[in-house]
């Protein structure tokens, strides 16, 4: 290395040392040293300097933590070990039993226990080779999980590389995996969702969820922009334990880096335990992030091993759960939101109430059979309940001397709070729904829905741009998007000339995807792809659909009671009537050709695997589904032939293994014919 690149290079090491002792100090210890300014500052210089000399950028730069293009999904790694869950108590009776038991297996009565907070995140396994980061996977089944590297990165309190004397002083191998629990903070989590809400997206029902969609996230930039945080509480190497006691363990990965949780207790005896539990009881509230419970171990590795495991769950732990948190207070009204998908939701609007930490104003009731089963009625005294879940539940109706019965009931309304439109309830369901396809609240769905690659295939139309076309009101239903300007486009965020145009060429070139395409695009309940396809085929246009009637619907394949009544409820509706007509003003394709679907093999499921001599895997499922047939693609009890060619794989170990029918290229040849 010539001696001015062994200078950059210091000065690199040099900065980069700094970085991530800063991010140190802020990520894990929450005790920062200098200002957001300040390391922003030294982030900048990195960045300079990388981008001089990119040959010297390496993997574990605190620059690097978002990298890589979005993904299309992930791949599934095996565990160096199963990740156990735990068993559950409820009460110190249960408690003190889980005690004896360890007592007989162990034959000893001096048995030290740490106790630590049982976070509700996800689980997460963290491998490290070489010092480095290599793979974060998720706990998956517990034998396999998803490997989310990419996102896993982007956790600032995860280290990308450890120094190698940092690891030795800890007593930490090079090569070691950590697990933990991978959560998001209360705070992240309220911001994460009024941003949603201002988005028109549907909120995250918990911190848990909002952490486990972040976490399956395809792009790692929209990870790193909800900041999830990390707290490992395991180490193994080889996937055994490392160390011979679990506070051991929690005090290594402190020294090495890693974030512990700090309210953690290595206590003598039950006793011990116990008054942890309650304290921490009352303190929960004030925590920065859900906890659901205390996770009690043994400490002793050596007694771990003798204690062993259960099915699912090691014997030498258990958690102890805190009752959901609840509060009584009095139901003020019972109103009706509207969802993406039409679904009108029952909300109870509530008397404030405190409940763990937070006023409670109201509470979800579902739908009309939680609305039934409960018994209540505006007026009414209800118990609702916190559990690790944040949006309330109204758990019972209250019904004594200090708390009379409400008298109004409660119905759903016959119109759409939000559109007017007609609401139906399908029978055998317990939503409600409002079938206006124009209805306001369904708009951002149905157009992304209408715009995706297997409907209308309108490239370049995803959420960025649907959002700004619906929030500005340039389009209102599926017709606007044929009246959408270049002008129009242009005065967008992100849209230039040439993208401008594309958008239109994409447009215009939909107008000429065949009918099953504009039907399945229309978003009709339970009317998918291959429904669409049957109804094209049998109408041959989209005038007969929406003047046929139940009956006449029935009669085409696979269309039952429950699709037709669906269908038919669409049409039966004025607005939707008026969409048809300005799709067809806009020179979509409305017509199609008949086509009589033989019966040969009505009702009966193929599956195709290996290679066909004479035909190729898509002609072999015209033929099938020409005749009647239909073409699944994963074998199930449900299947009635597997056809298999030449080198076929699993699908067909499974089909011997349920005991289908498996027919060759002849075989299916002659199911054809006969
Ligand atoms: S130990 C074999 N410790 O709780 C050991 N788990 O209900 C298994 N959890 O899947 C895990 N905080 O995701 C452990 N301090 C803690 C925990 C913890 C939260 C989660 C973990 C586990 C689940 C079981």
Not at 148 to 177: C, H, M, Q, W, Y
Not at 329 to 353: C, F, H, N, S, Y
Request: aromatic letters at 6%; proline letters at 4%.
């Amino acid at each position: 290395m010539p001696t001015a690149t062994k200078d950059i290079q210091k000065k690199i090491d040099a900065l980069r040392d700094k970085i991530r002792q800063h991010e140190y100090r802020y990520y894990v210890l929450d005790d920062p040293e200098i200002s957001d300014a300040e390391f922003d500052k030294l982030m900048e210089q990195l960045k300079h300097l990388e981008a001089e000399h990119p040959d010297l950028i390496t993997p574990d730069s605190p620059t690097q933590r978002v990298g890589g293009k979005p993904r299309e999904g992930f791949l599934k790694v095996r565990h160096s070990s199963p990740m156990l869950s735990l068993d559950n108590t409820y009460s110190e009776v249960e408690l003190r039993a889980w005690e004896r038991r360890v007592h007989e297996l162990s034959g000893r009565k001096d048995i030290e226990y740490v106790c630590e907070l049982k976070l509700d995140g996800m689980s997460m396994a963290l491998r490290y080779a070489g010092a480095q980061l290599e793979r974060g996977i998720t706990r998956g089944d517990g034998n396999v999980g998803e490997d989310v590297t990419s996102n896993v990165r982007t956790v600032r309190s995860v280290p990308l590389s450890i120094s190698k004397e940092r690891l030795k002083k800890a007593g930490l191998p090079l090569d070691f995996e950590v697990r933990g629990e991978l959560l998001m903070p209360l705070s992240g989590f309220q911001k994460m969702n009024e941003e949603r809400e201002r988005q028109g997206l549907s909120k995250f029902a918990n911190p848990r969820n909002a952490a486990a969609g972040t976490v399956r996230q395809l792009e790692p930039s929209i990870t790193a922009q909800r900041r999830l945080d990390f707290f490992g509480y395991s180490l193994l190497t080889n996937g055994r334990t490392l160390l011979d006691r679990h506070s051991e363990t929690l005090d290594a990965l402190e020294a090495a880096g890693f974030k512990v949780n700090p309210s953690r207790k290595l206590a003598n005896n039950m006793e011990e335990v116990w008054t942890f539990i309650q304290q921490w009881e009352g303190k929960r509230d004030n925590l920065p992030h859900e906890i659901d419970g205390i996770v009690v171990k043994v400490d002793r590795r050596s007694l771990q091993e003798e204690l062993g495991y259960t099915g699912k769950a090691p014997r030498w732990a258990i958690a102890y759960k805190y009752a959901a948190r609840g509060g009584t207070t009095k139901v003020e009204d019972i109103i009706v939101q509207v969802g993406r998908t039409g679904k009108l939701t029952p909300v109870a609007m509530l008397r404030p109430v405190p409940i763990g930490g937070t006023t409670v104003s109201r509470a979800t009731l579902h739908n009309m059979d939680e609305i039934e089963r409960l018994g209540v009625k505006i007026g009414d005294w209800v118990e609702v309940e916190r559990g690790g879940d944040v949006i309330p539940k109204v758990v019972r109706v209250v019904d004594d001397k200090d708390h009379p019965r409400g008298h109004k009931s409660f119905h759903m309304p016959e119109r759409c709070p939000v559109c007017g439109g007609k609401v139906v309830r399908t029978p055998g369901e317990a939503d409600h729904r409002c079938v206006n396809a124009n209805c306001p609240a369904k708009l951002r769905e149905t157009i992304l829905h209408f715009a995706a690659r297997s409907v209308m295939n309108i490239d370049g139309m995803g959420d960025a741009l649907v959002n700004q076309l619906t929030e500005r009101r340039l389009v209102n239903n599926v017709a606007d998007i044929y009246r959408i300007t270049k002008d129009d486009l242009l005065k967008l965020e992100r849209m230039g000339d040439k993208s401008a145009q594309n958008v239109l060429n994409e447009i215009e070139a939909s107008k000429k995807l065949p009918l099953q395409r504009v039907i399945y695009g229309l978003g009709i309940r339970f009317v998918g792809e291959r429904t669409a396809e049957f109804l094209a085929e049998h109408f041959g246009s989209l005038d007969s659909i929406m003047n046929a009637s139940e009956e006449e619907l029935e009669q085409v394949n696979e269309v039952g009671p429950r699709i037709a009544q669906s269908i038919a409820e669409f049409f039966q509706e004025p607005r939707n009537r008026d969409l048809v007509e300005q799709l067809r003003n806009a020179g979509l394709t409305l017509k199609g050709k008949r086509k009589e679907r033989g019966t040969k093999l009505a009702g009966q499921t193929f599956v195709l695997t290996g290679t066909l001599a004479h035909y190729s895997r898509d002609q072999a499922k015209k033929m099938i589904e020409d005749a009647g047939g239909r073409v699944a693609s994963s074998v199930s009890k449900k299947t009635d032939f597997v056809i298999a060619g030449a080198d076929a794989g699993s699908k067909l170990d499974k089909a011997r293994e349920l005991g289908v029918k498996i027919v060759d290229e002849k075989g299916m040849k002659a199911l054809l014919e006969n």
